[in-house]
């Protein structure tokens, strides 16, 4: 008899990325989300509403809609580093920066190449 395998609890995707060291430049640049224990036993996000188990925590804060949630949070919220940006009024998945008029993909990957980018530095 063979036994399955266990499986892990984070991405595989990112688990070889910090094994390997490639991690993405701004990986976790808001860090992670907040959670708020219920009384059933479960757990909230409290930037995206989601409710979970407690054995999905860790994977569902590497998560793509997590990780958009919290950019959502932080850009109503105005909170540094995205107090210089504002929701594309054209397209959800991107945001408009507020000193140079670029538009930048809603990632964190994407957000911090245009923090750190020469034109945005020059301007401040």
């Not at 499986?7 to 995707?13: E, F, H, I, N």
């Amino acid at each position: 008899m063979v036994k399955a395998a266990k499986k892990s609890k984070t991405p595989k995707l990112v688990k070889q990325q910090q094994e390997n060291g490639n991690v993405k430049e701004g990986f976790n640049l808001l860090g992670s989300p907040t959670f708020e224990k219920l009384e059933n036993g479960r757990f909230k996000c409290l930037e995206t509403g989601h409710e979970m188990l407690p054995k999905d925590k860790e994977l569902y804060s590497n998560s793509k809609r997590c990780r958009l949630g919290l950019i959502d949070a932080a850009l109503s919220q105005k909170k540094p580093p995205l107090n210089m940006f504002k929701q594309d009024p054209h397209c959800k998945l991107k945001v408009v920066c507020k000193l140079t008029g670029d538009i930048v993909n809603k990632t964190e990957e994407h957000i911090w190449k245009h923090i750190n980018g020469k034109r945005f530095l020059n301007k401040l």
